[in-house]
Protein backbone atom coordinates (compact mmCIF):
# COMPACT_ATOMS: atom_id res chain seq x y z
CA UNK A 1 0.00 0.00 0.00
CA UNK A 2 1.11 3.21 -1.08
CA UNK A 3 2.02 6.44 1.44
CA UNK A 4 0.71 9.17 0.70
CA UNK A 5 3.16 12.02 -0.60
CA UNK A 6 2.13 14.35 2.80
CA UNK A 7 2.28 11.14 4.98
CA UNK A 8 6.20 10.76 4.37
CA UNK A 9 8.98 11.26 6.74
CA UNK A 10 12.02 12.89 6.38
CA UNK A 11 14.84 12.29 8.35
CA UNK A 12 16.18 15.56 9.62
CA UNK A 13 18.52 16.29 12.51
CA UNK A 14 15.74 17.34 14.81
CA UNK A 15 13.70 13.80 14.10
CA UNK A 16 11.63 12.80 11.75
CA UNK A 17 9.46 15.69 10.03
CA UNK A 18 6.27 15.13 8.51
CA UNK A 19 5.37 16.78 5.14
CA UNK A 20 2.77 19.13 6.40
CA UNK A 21 5.32 20.22 9.21
CA UNK A 22 7.68 21.24 6.79
CA UNK A 23 5.01 23.48 5.01
CA UNK A 24 4.64 24.97 8.48
CA UNK A 25 8.53 25.55 9.42
CA UNK A 26 10.71 27.14 6.61
CA UNK A 27 13.30 27.46 8.62
CA UNK A 28 14.23 23.82 8.28
CA UNK A 29 14.32 23.81 5.26
CA UNK A 30 16.26 26.44 4.90
CA UNK A 31 18.74 24.70 6.99
CA UNK A 32 18.60 21.63 5.32
CA UNK A 33 19.44 23.40 1.89
CA UNK A 34 22.42 25.50 3.46
CA UNK A 35 23.73 21.97 4.83
CA UNK A 36 23.41 20.71 1.47
CA UNK A 37 25.23 23.44 -0.13
CA UNK A 38 27.92 23.51 2.63
CA UNK A 39 28.53 19.59 1.70
CA UNK A 40 28.36 20.14 -2.10
CA UNK A 41 31.02 23.14 -1.56
CA UNK A 42 33.29 20.48 0.09
CA UNK A 43 32.76 18.04 -2.71
CA UNK A 44 33.52 20.36 -5.64
CA UNK A 45 36.95 21.89 -3.65
CA UNK A 46 38.43 18.13 -3.21
CA UNK A 47 38.86 18.01 -7.32
CA UNK A 48 39.77 14.72 -9.40
CA UNK A 49 42.73 12.18 -8.41
CA UNK A 50 45.77 11.93 -10.91
CA UNK A 51 45.67 8.55 -12.40
CA UNK A 52 48.55 6.04 -11.51
CA UNK A 53 50.57 4.81 -14.73
CA UNK A 54 48.71 1.31 -14.67
CA UNK A 55 45.42 2.62 -14.82
CA UNK A 56 46.20 5.00 -17.70
CA UNK A 57 47.91 2.12 -19.96
CA UNK A 58 44.65 -0.14 -18.73
CA UNK A 59 42.91 2.76 -20.07
CA UNK A 60 44.24 3.30 -23.44
CA UNK A 61 44.66 -0.47 -23.73
CA UNK A 62 40.88 -1.34 -23.27
CA UNK A 63 40.84 1.75 -25.79
CA UNK A 64 43.18 0.06 -28.70
CA UNK A 65 40.63 -3.46 -27.94
CA UNK A 66 37.80 -1.55 -29.22
CA UNK A 67 39.23 -0.11 -31.85
CA UNK A 68 40.30 -3.35 -33.03
CA UNK A 69 37.31 -5.05 -32.20
CA UNK A 70 35.40 -2.21 -34.59
CA UNK A 71 37.53 -3.63 -37.18
CA UNK A 72 37.04 -7.03 -37.05
CA UNK A 73 32.88 -6.27 -36.96
CA UNK A 74 33.01 -3.84 -40.01
CA UNK A 75 35.59 -6.35 -42.03
CA UNK A 76 33.08 -9.59 -40.95
CA UNK A 77 30.54 -7.53 -42.07
CA UNK A 78 32.10 -6.79 -45.21
CA UNK A 79 32.82 -10.15 -45.75
CA UNK A 80 29.55 -11.28 -45.43
CA UNK A 81 27.93 -9.65 -47.58
Known sequence: MATPTSELLYPLQQGPIRLKELHEKPEVIE?????HKEALQ???QLGLRPL???VRVTIWGLR???LFMV???IVNVIQNL
Not at 31 to 35: A, F, G, N, P, S
Open 52 to 54: SPL
Open 31 to 35: ETLRE
Open 64 to 66: LYV
Open 42 to 44: KVE
Open 71 to 73: VIV
